[in-house]
């Protein structure tokens, strides 16, 4: 009984512990949750449901209207009668009424305006995910910043080890006389400076996550931490080969909404074109009705207002055909001016493609140094590392100074922190290129 006691408070210490563990953020659940909760994106959401309501309302076009009118009128004074002399009456009537019509051919009016709406939607959805796409870029960002700054504050935590170990080993020296006084304290002043660098990479650290906690609208920065990739699984960057900027620009021609929106409102304005033409064709629309009306004069007998209502009953059909003639040239200037949009539009997907273009171009290039700066950092890092254990077990054999040893410590941690600075700036810029090609951002 003791033993499944035991075994019960064990599994509750274990599940507190782990309910009071920080949730660890992957990039992709941090993309997802500022794409959900971004106000920009919500914005563009806001844009495309109003392009879709425009569209039903071009489709309903199509169909036929129908009103209802009801008519009361009452006139006093003189007035002719049949007797054809004028005498004073007061007249009342009553009309009741219901119309339809519909459109038969408006010079294809109609469809090309339900197209120019479909396609306005189609370039709404692609805005749409041009700014989720946006908000997942600066989420990268902000995130490799993060693990950039935490990696920095692990360099510095190493460096405190460091020096705290030469402090104790000085104060042993210093004991039996193997140390001086100003030896010692020009290493605590090593170590106290040491302690400054860290606590400037944990500010910088903290900075960094409220900047991403700030993108993904979450009140507080706190008990907020990501998930460090595993930088050992990622493939050798060394002899690889980078795709060219023309072939992801190929790519990226075929899936970035930013080009498929302009590509869609060039298509568009083409139909507004075909729209501004049906100024020319003839208009033609069916209407039909039924109504009837009671009368009633002062002095006269009238008769019951239901057998007037059904004596009264009258109906129509109609159709109405019009032919533009001359309307002061608005069809002609009309025509010009979708004209000019259309090549206002063309210009702007021509730009939309360089500006593309200029940043393929220049994600590549800054892929490239990244590449070739991580390779130098490597090479830098693995000749510190060796040159620092080289100093450091000569200056514990009391063949340097100190000065000479702590020159050589810092260089290697400036080492190490260049190659992991390295590191994640070609992470970032080898998952922005994939981005540019379609893929998912994801380290």
């Given at each position: 009984?003791?033993k499944?006691?035991?075994?019960?408070?064990?599994v509750s210490?274990?599940?507190?512990?782990?309910?009071?563990?920080p949730?660890?953020?992957?990039?992709?659940?941090?993309?997802?949750?500022?794409?959900?909760?971004?106000i920009?994106?919500?914005?563009y959401e806001?844009?495309?449901?109003q392009?879709e309501?425009?569209?039903?309302?071009?489709?309903?076009?199509?169909?036929?209207d129908?009103?209802?009118?009801?008519?009361?009128?009452?006139?006093?004074g003189?007035?002719?009668?049949?007797?054809?002399?004028?005498t004073?009456?007061n007249?009342?009537s009553?009309?009741?009424s219901?119309?339809?019509?519909?459109p038969?051919?408006t010079?294809f009016?109609i469809?090309n305006?339900i197209?120019l709406?479909?396609?306005?939607?189609?370039?709404?959805?692609?805005?749409?995910e041009?700014?989720?796409?946006?908000?997942?870029?600066?989420?990268?960002q902000?995130?490799?910043?993060?693990?950039?700054?935490?990696?920095?504050?692990?360099?510095?935590h190493?460096?405190?080890?460091?020096d705290?170990?030469?402090?104790?080993?000085l104060?042993?020296?210093?004991k039996v006389?193997?140390?001086?006084?100003?030896?010692?304290?020009?290493?605590?002043?090593?170590?106290?400076?040491?302690?400054?660098?860290?606590?400037q990479?944990?500010?910088?650290?903290q900075?960094?996550?409220?900047?991403m906690?700030?993108?993904?609208?979450?009140p507080?920065?706190?008990?907020?931490?990501?998930?460090?990739?595993?930088l050992?699984?990622q493939?050798?960057?060394?002899g690889?080969?980078?795709?060219t900027p023309?072939d992801?620009?190929?790519?990226?021609?075929?899936?970035k909404?930013?080009?498929q929106?302009q590509?869609?409102?060039?298509?568009?304005a083409?139909?507004?074109?075909?729209i501004?033409?049906?100024?020319?064709y003839p208009?033609?629309?069916?209407?039909?009705?039924l109504?009837?009306?009671y009368?009633?004069?002062s002095?006269?007998e009238?008769?019951s207002f239901?057998?007037?209502?059904?004596?009264n009953?009258?109906?129509?059909?109609g159709?109405?055909?019009s032919?533009p003639?001359?309307?002061?040239?608005q069809?002609?200037?009309?025509?010009?001016?979708?004209k000019?949009?259309?090549?206002?539009q063309?210009?702007t997907?021509d730009?939309?493609?360089k500006?593309?273009?200029?940043?393929?171009?220049?994600?590549y290039y800054?892929?490239?140094?990244?590449q070739q700066?991580?390779?130098?950092?490597d090479?830098?890092?693995?000749s510190?590392?060796?040159?620092f254990?080289?100093?450091q077990?000569?200056?514990?054999?009391?063949?340097?100074?100190?000065?000479?040893?702590?020159?050589a410590?810092?260089?290697?941690?400036?080492?190490?922190?260049d190659?992991?600075?390295?590191?994640?700036?070609?992470?970032?810029?080898?998952?922005?290129?994939?981005?540019?090609?379609?893929?998912e951002l994801?380290?």
């Amino acid at each position: 009984m003791k033993k499944i006691f035991f075994l019960v408070i064990l599994v509750s210490l274990v599940k507190l512990d782990v309910l009071a563990q920080p949730k660890q953020w992957s990039l992709r659940e941090c993309c997802d949750y500022a794409v959900a909760h971004n106000i920009t994106v919500r914005q563009y959401e806001n844009v495309r449901r109003q392009h879709e309501i425009q569209l039903s309302t071009a489709r309903n076009q199509r169909l036929p209207d129908l009103s209802a009118s009801a008519g009361q009128n009452f006139s006093f004074g003189r007035g002719l009668t049949a007797e054809n002399t004028y005498t004073n009456t007061n007249t009342s009537s009553t009309s009741f009424s219901l119309g339809t019509s519909v459109p038969l051919f408006t010079g294809f009016q109609i469809p090309n305006n339900i197209k120019l709406n479909q396609l306005n939607l189609e370039a709404a959805t692609q805005d749409l995910e041009k700014a989720k796409n946006d908000i997942r870029t600066s989420v990268a960002q902000a995130y490799v910043q993060i693990l950039y700054c935490m990696e920095i504050a692990d360099v510095a935590h190493r460096q405190i080890s460091i020096d705290s170990v030469q402090v104790a080993r000085l104060q042993s020296l210093l004991k039996v006389g193997k140390a001086s006084e100003a030896e010692l304290a020009q290493q605590k002043a090593t170590l106290a400076q040491s302690h400054l660098t860290a606590t400037q990479a944990e500010n910088n650290l903290q900075l960094a996550i409220l900047s991403m906690t700030q993108l993904l609208e979450i009140p507080t920065p706190e008990g907020f931490s990501v998930v460090r990739p595993d930088l050992g699984a990622q493939p050798s960057v060394f002899g690889s080969q980078l795709v060219t900027p023309d072939d992801i620009f190929a790519e990226a021609l075929t899936v970035k909404p930013e080009i498929q929106a302009q590509q869609l409102r060039l298509r568009s304005a083409d139909n507004s074109i075909k729209i501004a033409r049906a100024g020319y064709y003839p208009t033609l629309s069916f209407s039909a009705g039924l109504g009837s009306n009671y009368y009633k004069t002062s002095g006269f007998e009238a008769k019951s207002f239901g057998e007037q209502m059904k004596n009264n009953f009258s109906q129509y059909l109609g159709f109405n055909l019009s032919i533009p003639i001359f309307n002061r040239f608005q069809t002609r200037n009309s025509i010009r001016s979708a004209k000019i949009d259309r090549d206002n539009q063309q210009l702007t997907l021509d730009n939309t493609k360089k500006t593309l273009y200029k940043e393929i171009q220049q994600a590549y290039y800054n892929t490239v140094a990244a590449q070739q700066k991580l390779q130098s950092s490597d090479q830098a890092r693995e000749s510190s590392e060796t040159a620092f254990q080289l100093m450091q077990a000569k200056y514990e054999n009391g063949k340097s100074t100190i000065t000479e040893f702590n020159e050589a410590k810092n260089n290697y941690l400036k080492a190490e922190s260049d190659l992991t600075q390295a590191r994640y700036e070609y992470l970032y810029q080898q998952a922005l290129i994939q981005f540019y090609r379609g893929h998912e951002l994801s380290f």
